[in-house]
């Protein structure tokens, strides 16, 4: 869980373990951070001006088991994303698809209208205008298609029902968050208070 803040004033906190971070801070915070860490893991601490470190290993636990919810809703979020990606690539190939059969509709009615204002009662002409009333006929009947009409609807329904799972998972990764800051806030405190926070320069 990353958040970043460009207010350098602001108190903050990085959680950095191997190559994960958990952070609510700036960027120059996360540098702070990785430059404590001997690899075994640091909690940086700003608070009021001052910065801190953690190395309780029992502390970073705790404080990296309390954003465990919003690291899972986000997987989730995410997987949903993918699945919203990939139903909307087909919708547009369908789009797509459709987008061609009305702009061919629209030629072959300019072709018809043309041919028709031309007259001609040869056989030739007469055939012509058959030709193309055919052919956008044809090209009537594939934009109406029951399948691809279906595959659209049922494609639709398919991201509706994606889109209230997001909303239902956007509302749980809402509260985790509020949760879990609360929480993050107080293993702070109690770092502060206990001096398991140690201070450092700067």
């Given at each position: ?25 700036s960027t120059?915070d ?30 970073l ?9 919003t690291?899972?809703l ?34 072959l ?10 007259g001609?009662d040869?056989?030739?002409a ?17 934009m109406?298609d ?9 494609l639709?329904?398919?991201q509706?029902a ?15 968050s ?25």
């Amino acid at each position: 869980m990353i958040h970043l803040s460009h207010d350098p004033s602001r108190d903050a906190y990085v959680l950095v373990q191997g190559d994960e971070s958990t952070m609510n801070g700036s960027t120059e915070d996360l540098h702070r951070a990785r430059a404590l860490d001997d690899g075994k893991g640091v909690l940086f601490v700003r608070r009021a001006g001052k910065s801190y470190v953690v190395r309780d290993a029992a502390t970073l636990s705790r404080f990296k088991a309390v954003y465990a919810e919003t690291s899972r809703l986000g997987e989730a979020q995410g997987k949903l994303g993918e699945q919203q990606g990939a139903l909307g690539e087909r919708q547009g190939r369908i789009g797509g698809r459709m987008g061609e059969i009305g702009s061919r509709l629209g030629e072959l009615a300019v072709r018809e209208a043309q041919l028709s204002l031309a007259g001609g009662d040869s056989a030739a002409a007469r055939k012509a205008i058959e030709d193309a009333h055919r052919a956008t006929e044809k090209a009537r009947a594939e934009m109406e298609d029951p399948a691809m009409r279906s595959e659209m609807a049922e494609l639709a329904r398919q991201q509706e029902a994606l889109g209230q799972q997001q909303a239902v998972l956007g509302k749980q990764q809402a509260a985790a968050s509020a949760r879990a800051q609360r929480e993050a806030e107080s293993i702070i405190r109690q770092s502060l208070q206990s001096g398991l926070a140690q201070p450092i320069d700067g």
